[in-house]
Structures are given as C-alpha cells and as structure tokens.
C-alpha cells in the first residue's frame, strides 16, 4: 500500500489550493454561497469547527506529548540526573526546545486566538509550513519505512488513539496540520508586510537564544533543533540525514570550515539553520510575486446585496 502519510499530506495540499480556485470562480456565483454566508454569519459554523478542530489536535499533543514528556521529567528528576539521551529527549519535550514541537502548539493556540487579525499567525504560518513540510520529506521515507504508514497502522497500533505505544502517527499529526494550517493561511492570507517579516525574524532569534540558554544550562545534547552536537550524530535525529549536504567539497562545508575553521557539527547546524531561513524568504518572495501577479485576496462579500 502507498504511504498513508505522504498521501494523505498531498492530497491536503492540492485540496486547499482547488478550495481556493473554485470557491473565487464558481462557489460565489451560485446560489448555494447566498445561503452558506447567511448561515456563517449567523451561526459562526466555519469558526465553530475550525475551534473545534484545533481543541482536538491541542488535546491530543499535550496529553500524549508535551504532558508526559513534563511528567517524566518531574518522576525521574531528570535535571539532577547525568546526561542521557533519555534525559535529553525529555526536558527537550517538556522545554518544548524542537521547533516543531513548539509550533506545533503554538500553530493552534494562535489558529484559535488569532484568527481575526492574524498578527502573528500569518508570519508564524510560513515557519509551520516549511517545517511540517521538510520534517514529513525527510523522515517519514526513511524512519517509517518499515510499517509503511497502512491504515491498520495508522488507526489501530499507535498511541495517539489509546492503542499501542507507538507516537509515530502523533508527530505525523502533528507536522501534517502544521503543513495544513501553514499553507491554507498563507494561500488564504493577505500579502507579506515588513512587519511580518519582522515577527519571522524576531521569533527565529529569540527562540534560537532561548534554545541556545537553556539547552547550556541544563546540558542538554541532542533534540534541540540542530544547535547541538548530539542532533547530528544520533541515528533517529530529524538532522542527521542533512550531514550529506557538508560532506568535505561540497559549497556549505568551505564556506563554513575552511573560511571560520568551525567544527563540523556546526558546520551543519549552520547549513540547517541557513537553508531553513532561505527557504522562508523564497516563500514570502512568491507569495508576494502571487498577489501582485493575481487576484490572490479573498472576495469580500457585500452583505448588502444578500437576501436573508
């Protein structure tokens, strides 16, 4: 059976962008649309389900996520313990120090309180995507391979609904609605401003100081979104397959080695952290290329001119 995963993530993908082309070519002009704008307006049905939706998705990650990871930690005094891969994991979980984790939460948080005027949704909405997106390319072929994401799996031998003790269907979870939420928010939103290019800046170093200051203090060495060591020589990492890419010759390892003789490990957390940045600044680039060149915004629609 193909991937359940990569499938399922593909069809999303393709679905919000036909969504948005035939709700601005066709939905509108039919009569149904009169009637599904009366109905929203009275009764919020769009708002309701999508909270519904998040409250879900927010559930499921702390409860089996976020919570155990903290309960762990309180249970076996991981602080007070030596360095382990099992005490890393841990604080980094509960310290929410992977930028998935955390946007994963966060994504969903502001999906529920910020959905009016998106201050920091929309920005916040390019990092979900392209880190949904990068994680769900580079892990699940490889690290999944073996279950081959099938239905039973998916449905019947994971924790995420009580059954097995597997969390692997929980982070495609999680990473799938940060691709589904990042990418419908940035195909339905306005057009990037300085100031949400500001709010991408300004996250990216402030979380990266936090990382960088509490992962010292608590010595944590791996799992900490390629500022360690330890993320690029563990086997399960998301980052140790990007060691390809500053292998001796290659551009990234003689610009970053050879010219600032920094180790090697840094070399990729550089080359991680860099190439996650440009991918960032090509997504804001084409959206906005996208609304100059079309009528990428929603259509407003004129309540005066609906018959209630």
């Known amino acids: 059976m193909e991937s359940l995963a990569l499938s399922l993530c593909g069809f999303s993908v393709v679905l919000i962008f036909f969504w948005k082309w035939y709700y601005n070519k066709i939905f509108v002009?039919?009569?149904?649309?009169?009637?599904?704008?009366?109905?929203?307006?009275?009764?919020?049905?769009?708002?309701?389900?999508?909270?519904?939706?998040?409250?879900?998705?927010?559930?499921?990650?702390?409860?089996?996520?976020?919570?155990?990871a903290i309960i762990n930690c309180i249970d076996d005094n991981l602080i007070n313990k030596a360095p382990s891969e099992y005490r890393s994991a841990n604080l980094s979980g509960a310290f929410l120090l992977d930028l998935c984790s955390l946007l994963g939460i966060l994504i969903l948080v502001l999906k529920i309180f910020d959905n009016k005027y998106k201050l920091f949704l929309r920005p916040l909405s390019y990092l979900a995507l392209l880190g949904g997106a990068a994680t769900m390319l580079a892990t699940v072929p490889d690290q999944y391979a073996s279950h081959n994401w099938d239905a039973y799996y998916f449905f019947f031998s994971n924790k995420t609904w009580g059954l097995g003790d597997s969390e692997e269907p929980l982070m495609f979870l999680m990473h799938w609605w940060m691709i589904v939420i990042g990418l419908n928010e940035i195909v339905w939103g306005k057009k990037p401003n300085i100031r949400d290019i500001s709010i991408i800046i300004t996250f990216a170093l402030l979380y990266a100081l936090y990382i960088y200051l509490v992962s010292s203090n608590l010595n944590i060495y791996s799992h900490v979104t390629a500022m360690v060591k330890g993320d690029f020589d563990l086997m399960d990492s998301s980052y140790y397959d990007t060691q390809w890419a500053i292998a001796p010759g290659h551009p990234g390892y003689a610009v970053f080695k050879d010219i600032y003789g920094i180790s090697d490990w840094k070399v990729a957390a550089a080359v991680s952290w860099i190439t996650f940045t440009v991918f960032v600044i090509i997504m804001v680039v084409l959206k906005t290329l996208s609304c100059n060149l079309f009528n990428n915004e929603v259509i407003i629609i004129d309540n005066s001119k609906i018959n209630y």
Do not use: G, P
């Open 29 to 68: 002009n039919t009569k149904l649309f009169n009637k599904y704008v009366v109905l929203n307006k009275k009764y919020k049905l769009t708002r309701i389900f999508s909270i519904l939706i998040c409250l879900i998705f927010l559930a499921l990650v702390i409860w089996l996520r976020w919570s155990s």
